[in-house]
């Protein structure tokens, strides 16, 4: 089955303590990206990556890391975590390359809570 | 203001009622528009995606895109309890690929039996 998969699901923790997220997809795709979701605010992009070893900011960039040394994984690395980054956490794939009618909207894994105390 | 204007709702309708989703928009670089709907403790999941002006009909759902007046719609046709959820619209510039999505807020829809 074609999934983008994010462990944890849940995740509590304290300010401070360094975190990761991992995200893996089976479907062989360039593009994969991470996203926030709050309210009121929906879905921001953190980072995204066109292909192994290429990554891009996104809008909300601050406070994260992420690296891409194989095609199939694209971990989230909160370094020192803050409340403010308590929030739903999402991770999309899709092939990269398509322009016009040929390009591929992304598709979602079922995202991570974060809370951060 | 923000690039994509959703109302967030919420919005509750009656089963087998036609139901209209809209988003605006500022930024005249968005080519691809696409619909997502989202299940409480599920990620976006894709509905719709249309490129450019114009509508695209997939069974219940229709899509409407409107570049002149920087609007789009979703219509679902014959609405069922099934059909409630998070709706999410989403766009894109006419580059490469879709690596820059902007998404509108979301608006909750409840079908009720």
Not at chain 1, 10 to 17: E, F, M, P
Not at chain 1, 36 to 48: E, K, N, S
Not at chain 2, 81 to 108: I, Q
Request: charged share 20%; aromatic share 12%; with cysteine.
């Amino acid at each position: 089955e074609a999934q983008v998969t994010q462990n944890p699901r849940y995740l509590i923790t304290v300010t401070g303590k360094k975190l990761t997220v991992t995200c893996s997809q089976n479907m062989n795709h360039e593009y994969m990206s991470w996203y926030r979701q709050d309210p009121g605010l929906g879905l921001r992009q953190i980072y995204y990556s066109m292909n192994v070893e290429v990554t891009d900011k996104g809008d909300v960039p601050e406070g994260y890391k992420v690296s891409r040394k194989e095609k199939r994984n694209f971990p989230l690395i909160l370094e020192s975590p803050s409340p403010n980054q308590t929030s739903l956490y999402f991770c999309a794939s899709s092939p990269y390359f398509g322009t016009g009618d040929s390009n591929q909207p992304q598709h979602f894994g079922d995202g991570t809570r974060l809370s951060i105390l | 203001q923000k690039e994509v204007e959703q109302d967030p709702g919420p919005l509750s309708v009656p089963e087998g009622a036609i139901v209209s989703l809209n988003c605006t928009y500022s930024n005249s670089a968005f080519q691809y528009f696409m619909w997502y709907r989202q299940y409480s403790r599920k990620g976006p999941e894709l509905l719709m995606y249309t490129y450019s002006s114009g509508n695209k009909e997939d069974g219940r759902f229709t899509a409407q895109v409107d570049k002149s007046s920087k609007y789009i719609s979703l219509f679902i046709r014959d609405s069922q309890p099934s059909d409630s959820a998070t709706y999410l619209c989403a766009m894109s510039p006419r580059v490469f690929g879709n690596e820059k999505l902007t998404f509108g807020t979301g608006t909750r829809l409840t079908i009720i039996p």
